[in-house]
């Protein structure tokens, strides 16, 4: 892990490049919501600005692991699970929960309800690989391919900045 990693999610190109201090070190191919961007609950949008990663889960986890509510499942995500399963939001490999840096923003509440990241479970997250990469497709979180994900992981830190624009 770097001392001076941070992240910038960009919804309009989809990728996500990581940054030690003012140097681009890694770009990643990502999708974030199929409902564009906005910060309220219940929404299905990726929220905007300033966030931090408050926790990192899945590390001792094989590839592809299956997480449901942030815990591995034991499973191990295949194409048949995926073909018994077609309605399940695949969350695999690793999570980054994300928490919100700018209060009434993209933390606690504002006039037209819950903005809180946190809360919300904005991850960065793995996803099962048939799924396409470069476009919106999720529920709100920023999706990767796996191998990229475990990558990820291991570039970060908890309290790592992570900017969504």
């Known amino acids: 892990m770097m001392a001076n990693i941070h992240l910038l999610v960009d919804t309009s190109t989809q990728c996500m490049s990581v940054f030690d201090g003012d140097g681009v070190i890694h770009v990643f ?8 961007t906005g910060q309220l609950e219940n929404t ?5 600005g300033h966030h931090q990663i408050a926790q990192k889960i899945g590390g001792d986890c094989p ?26 939001d695949w969350i695999l490999s690793r999570i980054l929960w994300l928490d919100g840096c700018e209060m009434g923003v993209n ?51 908890e309290g790592t900045p992570v900017l969504i624009v």
């Open 29 to 36: 191919e990502i999708s974030t919501a199929k409902n564009g």
């Open 44 to 48: 299905g949008c990726t929220p905007l």
């Open 63 to 88: 590839k592809n692991a299956v997480f449901v509510g942030r815990v591995f499942t034991g499973e191990i995500y295949d194409e048949q699970l995926g073909l018994s399963n077609p309605d399940r």
């Open 107 to 157: 933390k606690g509440n504002n006039a037209d309800g819950v903005c809180d990241s946190l809360s919300r479970y904005i991850y960065i997250h793995g996803t099962p690989d048939t799924e396409p990469m470069g476009v919106p497709r999720s529920h709100g979180c920023v999706r990767m391919r796996n191998d990229d994900i475990v990558l990820l992981y291991e570039m970060v830190n």
